[in-house]
T-cell receptor, first 114, second 114 residues
Framework: AQSVTQLGSHVSVSEGALVLLRCNYSSSVPPYLFWYVQYPNQGLQLLLKYTSAATLVKGINGFEAEFKKSETSFHLTKPSAHMRDAAEYFCAVTHTGANSKLTFGKGITLSVRP | DTAVSQTPKYLVTQMGNDKSIKCEQNLGHDTMYWYKQDSKKFLKIMFSYNNKELIINETVPNRFSPKSPDKAHLNLHINSLELGDSAVYFC?????????????FGPGTRLLVL
């Protein structure tokens, strides 16, 4: 079984501040990990993914995430928040085994204050 | 050019009615998915098709029936709609049926059952 935990439901930062969105996973086999972003009234869009290559993954819009096996974490960061980053962020996990599927966390809302 | 499109965007209907949602992708992908996002924004997979064949069928009431006439289309028919079916339904596609592949999401269909 696999699962993702995103602690908290809402993070608020000031424009220009560091963004840190936490994701911890549980998987009995080596995982593949994803961060998706959902802007208001839109579908999900991939920010970045870890597929067992480099543990530090760079994505779109200045976001990056680091896979830490010892901590079972895949936290998302961005050095300087912009107003346009306000959205819902979902961490997701899957694996290559039979019957694998993408399992999402409950999401976290990022607000950016001017 | 919209990569993954869904119709309708909004659907308001009465309990007990039957309704369909259509999805089309122009990415040339082999695999398509239906997800349900509830009022708390939790996303869960419902079905997945690969080259018109059903490969994932989660625990979903049999009032929900997907149909894939060709690999570019995946429709969702819902019989005898219930209040609890109110949600946002997302269609997605990926190049192949390997879950580490990026999934591309449609804009969603917001279903409200009264």
């Amino acid at each position: 079984a696999q699962s993702v935990t995103q602690l908290g439901s809402h993070v608020s930062v000031s424009e220009g501040a560091l963004v840190l969105l936490r994701c911890n996973y549980s998987s009995s086999v080596p995982p593949y990990l994803f961060w998706y972003v959902q802007y208001p009234n839109q579908g999900l869009q991939l920010l970045l993914k870890y597929t067992s290559a480099a543990t530090l993954v760079k994505g779109i819009n200045g976001f990056e995430a680091e896979f830490k096996k010892s901590e079972t974490s895949f936290h998302l960061t961005k050095p300087s928040a912009h107003m346009r980053d306000a959205a819902e962020y979902f961490c997701a996990v899957t694996h290559t085994g039979a019957n694998s599927k993408l399992t999402f966390g409950k999401g976290i809302t990022l607000s950016v204050r001017p | 050019d919209t990569a993954v499109s869904q119709t309708p965007k909004y659907l308001v209907t009465q309990m007990g009615n039957d309704k369909s949602i259509k999805c089309e992708q122009n990415l040339g992908h082999d695999t398509m998915y239906w997800y349900k996002q509830d009022s708390k924004k939790f996303l869960k997979i419902m079905f997945s098709y690969n080259n018109k064949e059903l490969i994932i069928n989660e625990t979903v009431p049999n009032r929900f029936s997907p149909k894939s006439p060709d690999k570019a289309h995946l429709n969702l028919h819902i019989n005898s709609l219930e209040l609890g079916d109110s949600a946002v339904y997302f269609c997605a596609s990926s190049q192949i049926a390997v879950t580490r592949e990026t999934q591309y999401f449609g804009p969603g269909t917001r279903l409200l059952v009264l």
